[in-house]
């Protein structure tokens, strides 16, 4: 057996993302803070280190980690001209194609005068550099993505700032959309949300591929509530049907602080999502809600950590899949309740609805508690629409499909409901139908 | 005393932490204290460690036909090229020395030690459970050999009458090979996993059965008769084969701690129920606290065969153990009933494992675990239905009692489900002993410690009647035990 030259063993660990290319990208960030620099430096060697997913690895079961590859993508691809991309949430306050913004943060009036921020990672380098410093990708790894996390924070130019000064409620959300556009564009989407002590805010977030070729999606998110802070963060996934998307979000919940996440996973042929909420203080909680619609032979594979850090903490996941056609979901949870962390109220639960024949639903609903006065509990199921339900319907004359569709949608209605929101609701059913339409 | 060379009881010498489960668990791996003393006789013992020879050894003295020596050399191998699981599994297991492991001790070669040499802690807790004096004297060391001879020999002439073999494993393999050649190392490969391999590289001890055709066995079979001839063994092999329409219970173990001295326990237990077959199989496992339990169990159940494994873990420093039903035939039926109990320095790993493979076939687990003081118990379960089965059903619960502030309890179930014709449904709580139903017990005059055990064999009671009567009894006693001194 021969042994593998240097040169390809490490070609095979970064495909695209060589470290001439590395190189280049640098070269056009010269006006980022020389701290940032040097962190991304860190992150490339971290990320040119690390070997690829391989079976064997426990926090990638049942994931087809044969098909990930980092070869044949843009690392740094132009932005088309003229572009117009609509969001169903309506225009966007920061919109970002291929990572770079497209037009100048707008903002409601209201917003600015109370000392919000909304604008790029790059702007905020320079205006709020304690702020970024602080809370960019400052949160540990711990979901098996530490050679994807190193690549996004060696390769990210920009992204979304959001700083919500203490006290501060805002009545509409803030909208984003990250955009990929033209063939095998890398994208390094991130979002950054700083809401203060007793904050409140709704921030939107729109991933979508402007065309159907093939896009690398590689994005973070970081939110970050204070004291008595309410954030409700909303992400919808739409890329295309050939791309490959990486997500990884981290949730730092303060004391009596409360955060509500849901995901909407509609694109790709193979997404991963990593969600990562840590229950710092007394009173912190985190609701973490998602939604996938798979169908065709797409994977999204769902990672999620409840780490309960302090006394009378409380968490809240729902996960729900509708599968169709020979679609795949991995559902991997687990919950940590540290040894101090007692009056711990945590749940976690995974829906599966099997919509065909060759549908796979893999879940890995996990606990690992130590404390002992605690309210622990995870439940799975995967089954198929209720034929008593169904039965009830059509004997009502209405037929299968609609019957089928009605109660797929009752399906998702469960999550849905959690939104105090009715607009958002509306536009995220919305989104649910038209992928079951197309 | 009866004597044959391939029988074997293996008891190795003894540890701290036995007698005190209390210390840290890497200390009790120490040997110095309170040794067996060995008779020398060279000729009939393998030594301590692991080659080639040690398993020609076995294979040797247990006069074993060329094919079988093949085998065990063939898992030998295996073994030695397949890494340690701890990419998943605890560390804990690098601290097994396979060297200082003695893998094969023959008949007169019994450590030995006196009544005076067994700590107080082990004679009292004999004394708790209403042991009779003279298991009490096998039970700990004293005697290798506890005559129940008797007894096998009686159950074996009766269930020989309905043409049932209750044979041991080189019996079995030398005697009937047309019957048990044909299902042996089938259920489980030799591969399946590292401690699988040992296994069939070094194995002695066991129970082989066959129930023919139609034959109902009235009473439970149980190891527990057969102590004296080689069921202590550590590396035990058990093969059941319940011929169509046959029915039959095993029983392994005891309640009584197992004054233990060898570290590595590894047994192979495979199960095979054919057409309409139904096995039911019950362990008590209550190793001292200075063994690792790794244990491979699997049965495999085919048309409307239905199998049953009764499991509960109170001892060893360590146990993994997930026994597992391979449902092969249309309405076959798997069932785990698990018990665990972790105290001090004790980690439970336990759970089930369902390969539903033929359609209609439906399983149940249901797992009840409770961590005392700094135990850890932890559930680990694979359920697996695969594409084009319909009308598969698997049932999963997980119920976690912690009692201490510093008790820890884990869950790590797999689920794979394809196709939209099955269901299945998981659900896991994890609390602690309700405080309002302690103090109420308070008000009417028992004490903490009573209260508590009230509420843990409350908690696991469902699971414990459906043991055999004077098991579950024992199992209440040693609950009280072990909950002593657990609280104020």
Partial sequence: MSAPTLTSATDSFVGSFTAE???????????????????????????????????TDESWRFSNVAALTLEGFQVEPAV?????????????????????????????????????????????????????????????QKLGSAKYAALHSAFVSDGAFIYIPRGVELATPILVTHAAAGPDAAVFPHTLVIAEENAKATVVDFFVSADASTHFACGANDLYAGHGAQL?????????????SFQFNSTVVRRDARVQSLNLHLGGRQARHESLSQLQAPGAFSEMLALTVADGTQEFDQRTLQIHQAPNTKSDLLYKNALRDQARTIFSGLIVVDPDAQKTDAYQSNRNLMLSEEAEASSLPGLEIQANDVRCTHGATSSRIDPEQEFYL??????????DEMLTFGFFEEVLNRLASDPLHDVLRGLIQTQFKK | MKT???????????EEAAANPTINPVSGIDQSSGNFRYDMEYAFDAGTGLSENTV?????????APWILEFRLKALKTFLSKPMPTHWATKDLENINFDKIRYYLSQGQKPKRTW??????????FERLGIPE???????????????????????????KQGVIFVNSTEGLREHPEIFKKFFGKVIPTGDNKFSALNSAVFSGGSFIYVPPGVKVAQPLQAYFRINAENFGQFERTLIIADEGAEVTYMEGCTAPKFSTSTLHSAVVELVALKGAKIQYITVQNWSANVFNLVTKRGIAHEMAHIKWIDCNIGSRLTMKYPGVVLKGRKARGEVISIALANDGQHQDTGAKMIHAADETTSNIVAKSISVGQGRSTYRGLVHIPKHLKGCKNNTECDALLINTNSRTDTYPAITVRGDRNSVQHEASVSKVNEEMIFYMQQRGLTEGQAMSLAVNGFINDLARQFPMEYSVELKRLIDLEMEGSVG
């Avoid at chain 1, 409700?232 to 490959?244: E, F, L």
């Avoid at chain 1, 059509?394 to 019957?403: D, H, P, V, W, Y």
């Avoid at chain 2, 004297?137 to 074996?156: H, M, P, T």
Wanted: charge should be positive; hydrophobic fraction near 40%.
């Fill in chain 1, 80 to 140: 088309p001209a003229g572009l117009f991309l609509a969001s169903p949430f309506g225009p966007a306050h920061l919109a970002f194609v291929n990572n770079q913004l497209v037009a100048p943060p707008s903002l409601p009036r209201e917003a600015i005068e109370r000392g919000v921020v909304v604008t790029t990672l790059a702007e905020a380098a320079l205006t709020h550099p304690d702020l970024l410093r602080g809370h960019f990708m400052a949160q540990p």
């Fill in chain 1, 394 to 403: 059509l004997s009502r004359g209405i037929g299968k499909t609609a019957a």
């Fill in chain 1, 232 to 244: 409700t963060y909303i992400a919808a996934q739409n890329w295309s049907g050939t791309s490959r």
């Fill in chain 2, 134 to 160: 003279q298991e009490r004297k096998f039970l700990a060391g004293v005697e290798a050999q506890f005559d129940s001879e008797a007894a096998y020999s009686n159950i074996k002439d009766l269930v020989s």
């Fill in chain 1, 21 to 55: 290319a590395f190189a280049r990208h640098l070269a056009a960030l010269s006006s980022s803070p020389a701290w940032w620099l040097e962190r991304r430096r860190a992150a490339y060697e971290t990320f040119a280190s690390l070997p690829l997913p391989r079976r």
């Fill in chain 2, 56 to 64: 020609r050894y076995i294979s040797g003295v247990k006069k074993e």
């Fill in chain 2, 116 to 125: 005076d040499e067994v700590p107080d802690d082990i004679k009292k807790t």
């Fill in chain 2, 4 to 14: 044959s060379n391939d029988s074997e009881t293996v008891i190795a010498p003894a």
